[in-house]
């Protein structure tokens, strides 16, 4: 009776190669943007795509973009949200199930350890726990949309804000406000933005960060849109920051922050 209450259940998806606690685990269930796979196109009169130019720029831009792998449920999430004729109602419960896939590829690019925990029955199974000192930043205010979304998968996590809106005279990203976690330099930041156009705002974004020791490659950022244009412009900014999203595209859904809080 004791061996078999000493059988060790793995965990069904543990690699057989397994990774030590002090490394960062690898990347699952990602494809990269520079894939031979094509960008999905979106067909719409008032967003034209650029077949020409879009493979090009997306081939520059390396591994550190991720796309969520795609499927019909993704799919129909993006056009609900890019069309004109979609309800408020409609548009924010769409953007919160989308939200919520990406913050969940987002928790599973962060770095967990092996453990075993005994069953009620007394097993000993062999799973994972994730590594402690996660954090979430938000761009205010359009990423205060993926707050909740973060918070419905870790209860107890930390959220900092960062305040940038463009300079009227300049039209530079210029920073009003910030706020973090004492110990922000010591966590993986997971710094949320649902639409990524110029990238400036970003940049701007993970400069502040960078002021609070926080380094690029510790940085996830979460977005639900992007153009080559803005993810480029990031990943030439900072070549060890990730950048997840569900799609790139060179027309990128701006409206989503009026939409979703009722302000357009």
């Keep these: 009776m004791n061996g078999i209450l000493n059988m060790r259940m793995p ?86 199930r989308l939200i919520r896939l990406v913050v969940e590829e987002g928790l599973n690019q962060l770095p967990y350890s092996e453990c075993t925990v005994t069953t009620p029955t007394g097993y000993k199974y062999e799973g994972v726990k994730f590594e402690r000192g996660n954090c979430g930043v938000s761009i205010m205010r359009s990423g205060e949309a993926m707050e909740q979304g973060l918070r419905d998968c870790c209860r107890s996590i930390r959220i900092g804000k960062i305040l940038i809106q463009s300079d009227e005279e300049t039209q530079k990203a210029k920073v009003y406000y910030a706020k973090f976690p004492p110990d922000v330099y010591r966590r993986k930041v997971l710094l949320m933005y649902p639409i990524l156009s110029t990238g400036n705002t970003v940049i701007e974004a993970v400069r502040v960060l960078k002021e609070h020791r926080v380094q690029p490659k510790h940085i996830i950022l979460l977005s639900l849109f992007s153009t080559p244009h803005g993810a480029k412009s990031i990943i030439q900014e900072f070549p060890d920051i990730t950048i997840l999203t569900t799609e790139v595209h060179p027309v990128a859904p701006t409206h989503f922050g009026q939409r979703y809080f009722g302000t357009d």
Excluded: W, Y
């Design 11 to 96: 965990c069904h998806n543990q690699q057989l190669n397994n990774v030590s606690s002090g490394q960062e685990h690898p990347m699952k269930q990602v494809r990269f943007a520079n894939s031979n796979s094509s960008v999905p196109a979106v067909v719409s009169n008032s967003e034209p795509s650029d077949a020409t130019t879009q493979p090009d720029s997306q081939d520059n831009l390396g591994p550190q973009l991720k796309l969520l792998p795609l499927n019909d449920q993704i799919r129909e999430l993006q056009t609900i949200i890019r069309d004109k004729t979609t309800s408020r109602g409609d548009f924010v419960f769409c953007a919160d």
